[in-house]
């Protein structure tokens, strides 16, 4: 009997050791987490001013740079990443249906606005006939660069395509009449040496030690296209989703951004 009872209490710590051990490893991995980029500034504001207040918090993450942003949304759907941070929530609705996805905002981040620059021109009074434009070559950025230049009545859109599905043949002349050179996004401040204008996503001004403010003409971003931090929906109630919330918006990281002066000209959260 006192032997049955031995191994009953035996059996019995084993258990709760093995339990206590799986509880640690469930915490463990609630910790964990993969995040992706883009080439740009996002990274560089993630690493230095958000990183810093989840690994306070114990959490392990991982950032992972795509070298390019048609690579990051498959990545989440397969689950070689939970979050990411380069796209805006058009962008993300329209990928959606592309590669039936589920991703949803987990919350708004810093943005930094496309921008009109020009090396061989002052002024857009310069602006004439036969000029050459530099636009992104994927279409959600080059949709909003055509709408800047629609403001401007450069030209005109007949909004037949627009995100992901948006094609240069919306586009037709208003006031003048235009080429158009399609570049890669982080390509064309190097093209403005050869182009009249260009329109430049303003991480890549940012990255370059220039200031959003100093272009001819800064974008008013909409809503549907800044910049956001996005998750898978099935993650929605991790408790590493609330934490990069959280991170993003915390007062901490608020104040390190606006003490850094190279990101002035982003539109910040309305939630801040």
Not at 25 to 54: A, H, M, N
Not at 72 to 80: F, R, Y
Not at 256 to 269: L, T, V
Request: proline content about 5%; hydrophobic content about 35%.
């Amino acid at each position: 009997m006192k032997y049955l009872k031995f191994t009953t209490l035996l059996i019995i710590a084993v258990l709760l050791v093995a339990c206590g051990q799986a509880q640690n490893q469930s915490e463990e991995s609630d910790k964990k987490v993969t995040i992706g980029f883009g080439p740009g500034t996002y990274e560089e504001i993630f690493r230095e001013g958000v990183l810093p207040i989840l690994e306070e918090k114990g959490y392990d993450v991982e950032v992972k740079t795509f070298s390019q942003t048609d690579q990051i949304n498959p990545a989440m759907k397969d689950g070689d990443i939970q979050a990411s941070v380069f796209q805006s929530t058009a962008y993300m609705n329209s990928i959606n249906d592309k590669i039936d996805a589920k991703m949803i905002k987990n919350n708004d981040v810093p943005t930094a606005p496309q921008s009109l620059w020009s090396k061989k021109h002052k002024t857009l009074n310069d602006i004439k006939d036969g000029q050459t434009i530099a636009v992104p070559n994927d279409p959600v950025n080059q949709e909003r660069a055509f709408k800047i230049l629609e403001q401007l009545g450069w030209v005109k859109l007949d909004n037949k395509t627009t995100g992901v599905n948006f094609k240069m043949t919306s586009v037709h002349p208003d006031k003048y009449d235009l080429k158009f050179e399609e570049v890669a996004a982080p390509q064309i401040l190097r093209s403005l040496e050869d182009v009249d204008y260009g329109i430049v996503n303003g991480n890549y001004i940012a990255d370059s030690g220039q200031k959003i403010s100093d272009a001819l003409v800064v974008e008013d971003t909409p809503d549907e296209h800044k910049v956001m931090l996005s998750i898978n929906e099935a993650d929605k109630n991790k408790p590493w989703a609330k934490a990069l919330r959280d991170a993003y918006n915390d007062p901490q990281f608020q104040k390190w951004f606006r003490e850094h002066k190279e990101y002035s000209g982003y539109i910040e959260p309305k939630n801040w």
